[in-house]
């Protein structure tokens, strides 16, 4: 559904440069959750950003159903970490969901509905005609993802959406994100600096090296389907996957194989 063919990023030029991608491979199928781990600062934004089409790789391409990436393609949507910086204080919670829906043209009672129902499944109903200042961080990054929802994205990037979230919250925010998956059979792609999070949440963990960044490996997670904050962790598997990611963001050289470069 979306690859990265070689693709690689260098900010600047000259003396001045710096290589923040090598040379990226991999592809995400339709209905996957990929998450993308690596070191701090080993450029997991700068991929996000070209895999959307926000900004263009120096080197490679992104195809999307094939079609190579040269502007933000109206299946996709993003949710940002800064989530008080994605919405738009002066408009309600339900107008910022509505906002994006304008490249739709959709007629009113579907674009009703498609509200209630995104509104419904991060639940918050009740605060549609509130304003994001009077909001929790956690209700406020609802919002954002509510709004992606909304806009029905053929593949949702995510990159670090609850960093900046306190823990449990974070916890229940996850957990939405997996209900949303599986309810709207949506293909993500999730950037996270946190290895549990990256193994609970995926069913496969894109290992980035640190810059100049390549893929480490490619992980897949034979986890059960329906996961539990407790239960799930405790697992022995989703122990041994966690260990090994962050064996591997320490010593990318352990990595098994040779970079995968399709889908598992
Ligand atoms: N606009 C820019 N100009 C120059 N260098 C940049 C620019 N944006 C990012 N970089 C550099 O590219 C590298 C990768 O940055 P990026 O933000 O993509 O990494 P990250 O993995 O998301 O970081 P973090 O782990 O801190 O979230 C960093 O060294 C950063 O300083």
Redesign the pocket.
């Given at each position: 559904m979306l690859t990265a063919n070689h693709l690689s990023?260098t900010?600047?030029s000259g003396a001045g440069a710096?290589a923040?991608?090598a040379d990226i491979d991999f592809t995400v199928e339709q209905g996957e959750l990929v998450s993308i781990v690596?070191?701090?600062?080993?450029?997991?934004?700068?991929?996000?950003?070209t895999l959307s089409g926000l900004m263009r790789p120096t080197g490679g391409s992104v195809t999307f159903h094939g079609d190579e990436i040269v502007e933000v393609p109206t299946g996709l949507a993003m949710v940002f970490?800064d989530y008080s910086r994605s919405l738009y204080p002066w408009l309600t919670v339900e107008d910022n969901v509505r906002f994006p829906l304008r490249r739709l043209h959709l007629p009113k009672e579907e674009l009703r509905s498609r509200i209630d129902e995104a509104l419904a499944a991060v639940g918050l109903t009740g605060h549609a005609a509130k304003y994001p200042g009077q909001l929790s961080g956690g209700m406020q990054q609802r919002v954002a993802i509510a709004r992606a929802l909304a806009y029905r994205p053929e593949i949702l990037l995510m990159?670090?959406p609850f960093?900046s979230i306190d823990a449990q919250t974070r916890e229940d925010l996850e957990d939405l994100v997996l209900e949303v998956k599986q309810r709207f059979s949506m293909t993500i792609i999730f950037?996270t600096?946190d290895i549990d999070e990256s193994v609970y949440l995926a069913d496969r963990v894109v290992v980035?090296s640190k810059?100049p960044?390549r893929v480490v490996t490619i992980l897949d997670v034979p986890l059960p389907g329906e996961r539990d904050q407790i239960s799930t962790k405790e697992l022995p598997e989703f122990i041994r996957l966690r260990g090994e990611v962050a064996r591997l963001i320490r010593h990318p050289r352990d990595a098994q194989e040779p970079v995968a470069a399709a889908a598992g």
């Open positions: 990023h900010y600047g710096h923040a991608l690596g070191p701090s600062g080993c450029g997991k934004t700068t991929l996000l950003r970490q990159d670090e960093a950037v600096h980035l810059p960044t």
